[in-house]
């Protein structure tokens, strides 16, 4: 399995997913109440961003703090805590072989493949950290993979004939996810 993304801090949270061990994640501080911070703990950069995805869920760049919300206690198992780190451990061994390549899209080997094509959104995509502007060629690039093909986005894109998903919880409320799929039958 090939992982590649043009965002230095997602390429290092998978690179430090790949190589950590389970006790190393368990024994990751649990940040339990609003006000506190990775800075707070000498942490390798990676985990202060993994951490940092999970105090903020859905947001496009890690945080340092938690806040009152990312404090609730409602569904523990979303809020960075013990729940969470069991999981992340637990689903360490599922990535054993896995690689991580920092680029675009376009350093993806031309090979039979399932392809999950997940670029940041037209109408949605502003927030992230890399820009991209370039669904167009991205969409022809789909085109040309041999094998599966999943693209994802939001409603309004045209760079591939989406099809509505569904309707999904977001942060935010709903959002409707449209795909794109190549290759099966």
Request: hydrophobic residues 40%.
């Amino acid at each position: 399995m090939l992982l590649v993304d043009a965002d230095p801090v997602i390429v290092g949270v998978w690179d430090y997913l790949m190589r950590v061990r389970p006790e190393e994640v368990l024994a990751l501080p649990d940040l339990p109440n609003a006000g506190d911070s990775v800075d707070d703990h000498p942490l390798p950069q990676e985990a202060r961003w993994l951490i940092g995805f999970w105090l903020n869920r859905g947001s496009a760049s890690p945080k340092r703090t938690r806040t009152a919300f990312s404090a609730r206690s409602d569904r523990g198992q979303l809020n960075w805590g013990a729940r969470a780190k069991a999981r992340i451990a637990a689903q360490l061994p599922g990535l054993a072989g896995w690689s991580v390549r920092l680029g675009s899209y376009d350093v993806a080997p031309d090979e039979e493949a399932t392809w999950f094509v997940d670029p940041p959104y037209v109408l949605k995509g502003s927030y992230y950290r890399v820009g991209f502007d370039g669904h167009e060629a991205l969409g022809a690039w789909c085109r040309t993979r041999r094998g599966i093909v999943i693209a994802c986005e939001g409603p309004g894109a045209a760079w591939l004939p989406f099809e509505t998903l569904g309707s999904f919880k977001s942060t935010r409320g709903r959002a409707e996810e449209r795909v794109w799929v190549k290759g099966v039958a």
